[in-house]
């Protein structure tokens, strides 16, 4: 199955991430933003596995400036290492991210985090699962939610918006976390794990993959202002439980008023 081919390859990748050593870092535009020998070498990986797959399909990934056409056939939107910086410091929270596009609609998300060995994959329609095993989203009130952040640390416009947004959810909820991989972030939200997360911006490789894994895990995903995510630019991007995510909207905790962001 065309599922099961793309996890392989997804974990073959793996692979080269657990193997990395002696890391060349470069900087890239902005502040906070780095990209590595490791990030090419696993996006060529995948790029060549992928294509092997469907080798109609376009190919959009991080570190190729690639804005291949993502509206028409299939189109594979990458990011080889999701949580760079995370990967640079060996904090061990990266995954790799494979979205599958349809005529510009997501019909698959693999999800591969190698340091825990776990496998987040959907396919449109039919359910989302860890390592093959089905998984949900959970049932808490924003009461009693995790929320995951992203500090948008690339973008220090952003920063204000960020926090306060950050302290109006925090006080509203259980606790914060800031993994550092929008990805895992929202694979934990698809599991249970966590209940909501959030960035200010991010870009389609970041949340290609998981919006299709969490739509299937039953939970929502759109852009801060509730505007449908977008896979050929940047965007806000929230995304939670049913229950949490609606809770975000009905209590506009994401209109920042009396900040230079309404
Ligand atoms: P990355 O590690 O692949 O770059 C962390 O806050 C999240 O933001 C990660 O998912 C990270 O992905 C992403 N990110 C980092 N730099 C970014 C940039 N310049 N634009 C958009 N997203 C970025
Ligand atoms: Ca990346």
């Not at 376009?58 to 290492?81: K, L, Q, R, S």
């Not at 939200?189 to 200010?200: I, S």
């Amino acid at each position: 199955m065309l599922i099961d081919d793309i996890s392989a390859v997804a974990q073959e990748a793996g692979e080269i991430i657990l193997s990395a050593h002696d890391l060349t870092v470069k900087s890239k535009p902005g502040t906070a933003n780095f990209v590595t020998d490791y990030d090419i070498r696993v996006q060529r990986f995948l790029q060549e596995g992928l294509l092997a797959i469907l080798p109609d399909a376009h190919f959009v990934g991080e570190e190729n400036d690639c804005t291949d056409d993502v509206f028409h056939g299939y189109a594979f939107i990458v990011d080889p290492i999701d949580g760079t910086t995370n990967f640079i410091r060996d904090y061990r929270a990266s995954s790799i991210s494979i979205g599958l596009s349809l005529d510009g609609e997501i019909i698959m998300g693999v999800v591969y985090d190698p340091y825990r060995h776990e496998l987040f994959t959907a396919e449109k329609g039919n359910g989302a699962f860890l390592n093959r095993q089905a998984i949900h989203v959970a049932a808490n009130p924003l009461s009693n939610s995790i929320i995951c952040l992203g500090t948008t640390s690339y973008d220090r416009s952003k920063t204000d918006l960020t926090f306060t947004l950050a302290r109006r959810l925090f006080d509203a909820a259980l606790d914060l976390r800031r993994s550092g991989s929008f990805a895992l972030d929202a694979c934990a939200v698809a599991c249970g794990r966590a209940d909501l997360a959030f960035e200010a911006t991010l870009n389609p490789w970041d949340y290609a993959a998981v919006s299709c894994i969490l739509q299937e895990a039953g939970g929502k995903m759109s852009q801060l202002d509730s505007t449908p995510i977008r896979l050929d630019r940047p965007g806000s991007i929230v995304c939670g439980s049913a229950i949490a995510y609606r809770e975000f909207f009905d209590n506009e905790f994401w209109k920042i008023k009396h900040t230079p962001f309404s």
